[in-house]
């Protein structure tokens, strides 16, 4: 059984910079996809960041690019999204999603294809 947890979540002004990590559990988290979503109230689910269980194909959502890093520490089981520039338009309650895709290609920002979810991490920017 996958277990995810989301820690480093928080507030901060607008241009300040927020490290997210994520720990998962388990002796497989070297095959799983990782990927992080995020939700602000009255908003569906909307996808953030994910990286293969290689660690050498990321993606970012549009809103994102040139602003968050995802990187993995397999020695450590950890996923963590460096968030840089940040806007009052990236609150949201931060989530870290696990799972084995099987087209990580076609399948990364779908938020039904990662089968273990963190209880998220809420993040905060102030104007």
């Known amino acids: 059984q996958v277990q995810v947890v989301e820690s480093g979540g928080g507030a901060v002004q607008a241009g300040g910079s927020l490290r997210l990590s994520c720990a998962a559990s388990?002796?497989?988290?070297?095959?799983?996809?990782m990927g992080w979503f995020r939700q602000a109230p009255g908003r569906e689910r909307e996808f953030v960041a994910s990286?293969?269980?290689?660690?050498?194909?990321?993606y970012y959502g549009d809103s994102v690019k040139g602003r968050f890093t995802i990187s993995r520490d397999s020695a450590k089981n950890t996923v963590t999204i460096q968030m840089n520039s940040l806007k009052p338009e990236d609150t949201a309650e931060y989530y870290c999603?696990?799972?084995?895709?099987?087209?990580?290609?076609?399948?990364?920002?779908?938020?039904?294809?990662?089968?273990?979810w963190g209880q998220g991490t809420q993040v905060t920017v102030s104007s």
């Open positions: 999603a696990a799972g084995r895709l099987w087209d990580f290609d076609a399948e990364y920002g779908s938020p039904s294809q990662y089968a273990h």
């Open positions: 990286i293969n269980w290689s660690g050498g194909t990321v």
């Open positions: 388990g002796p497989t988290f070297s095959a799983l996809d």
